[in-house]
C-alpha cells in the first residue's frame, strides 16, 4: 500500500515552498532542544555502533545531529522536494538522504537489507499521517530496527489538538508558520494518544521505556512566548526470544 496521492501532494507542496534559512518550518527547531534531549533519553538503549535511519527527517536539522553520535546517518522523508532541502542544507555530506515512502513495504525492506538493522528517530510522524497508513508507518520502524536496533519515537498527544485549536482562535489568527501548515491541508495531531503505542506493538515491538515531553516549535504566541507542543516519547524494540 502506497500513501494517498493527495496527501503526497501536500507534503511536496508545503516542502516547496520552504524557504531555505533554518526554522522555516515550524518544527525545524534547534537540536539543542530536540535530538539532543532526546539521545540522553536514547543512550542507555540504542547500539551505538549501529546506523541511524531518521525517518521523516524533513529539511534534516536533526539528522545533521544524529550524525554526530552514530558511525552512519541516513535522513528519509515522503517528500522529494525536503530531500533536496536536507541535501542543501548539508554540503559537507554530514549524513545521506533519500526519498522513502514508508508506507512502501518493499522499498523499507530495501532499505533494511542496504543498512542492516538500524536504530531509528522517529519524530512527530505519526501523528499528521493517514489513518490508514500508521500501521504500516509502525511496521516500517519495526522492519528497520530488526533485531538489534532500537526506536525513538515521539508523537503529538491530543493536548497538543487543544494548544493548535486555541492558537487558531488567537485575534490575530493563528501564528504564520502554522498558518501555512493548515495551508496546505496537512493535519497534525490527528492520532489518539493510545494508538501510537498499540500499532508498535502490533508491529511486534516492546515498549522498553517511555514519557512525557514537550516538542519545541520555532513559532511563537502574540506574546512572544514559545509555543512547545505536548508529546510522548517512547523507546521500542524487539526483545530476544527464548533459546531454542
Known amino acids: 500500500m502506497r500513501m494517498s496521492e493527495s496527501y503526497v501532494r501536500a507534503w511536496e507542496s508545503y516542502w516547496g515552498d520552504i524557504p531555505d534559512d533554518p526554522g522555516e518550518a515550524i518544527w525545524d527547531s534547534d537540536p539543542s532542544l530536540t535530538a539532543i534531549p532526546h539521545l540522553e533519553l536514547f543512550a542507555p538503549y540504542a547500539d551505538p555502533g549501529l546506523p541511524v535511519v531518521d525517518l521523516g527527517c524533513g529539511s534534516g536539522t536533526q539528522t545533521r545531529c544524529l550524525a554526530d553520535h552514530f558511525p552512519r546517518a541516513v535522513g528519509v522523508d515522503l517528500s522529494h522536494a525536503a530531500v533536496e532541502l536536507a541535501r542543501r542544507a548539508d554540503p ?6 533519500a ?3 514508508a508506507a512502501d ?3 523499507v525492506r530495501e532499505l533494511h537489507r542496504s543498512l542492516g538493522d538500524s536504530n531509528v528517530y522517529m519524530r512527530a510522524v505519526m501523528h499528521q499521517s493517514e489513518a490508514q497508513d500508521r500501521p504500516l508507518i509502525a511496521a516500517a520502524v ?5 533485531a538489534r536496533g532500537r526506536a525513538f519515537v515521539v508523537e503529538l498527544t491530543t493536548e497538543s489538538k487543544t494548544l493548535l485549536g486555541e492558537l487558531l482562535e488567537e485575534p490575530g489568527g493563528p501564528p504564520p508558520k502554522l498558518a501555512r501548515v493548515l ?12 494508538e501510537v503505542p498499540a500499532l508498535l506493538r502490533a508491529a511486534g515491538l516492546t515498549v522498553l521505556a517511555h514519557g512525557r515531553t514537550a516538542l519545541a516549535q520555532t513559532e511563537y504566541r502574540a506574546d ?13 524494540g524487539r526483545l530476544p526470544g527464548p533459546a531454542a
Open 92 to 97: 559537507a555530506a554530514r549524513a545521506r538522504y
Open 99 to 101: 526519498q522513502l515512502n
Open 105 to 107: 513495504t518493499g522499498a
Open 142 to 146: 519495526a522492519e528497520l530496527v530488526g
Open 183 to 194: 495551508a496546505h491541508g496537512l493535519k497534525p495531531a490527528a492520532s489518539q494518544d493510545r
Open 224 to 236: 512572544g512566548t514559545r509555543i512547545d507542543l505536548p508529546a510522548q516519547w517512547l523507546i521500542v
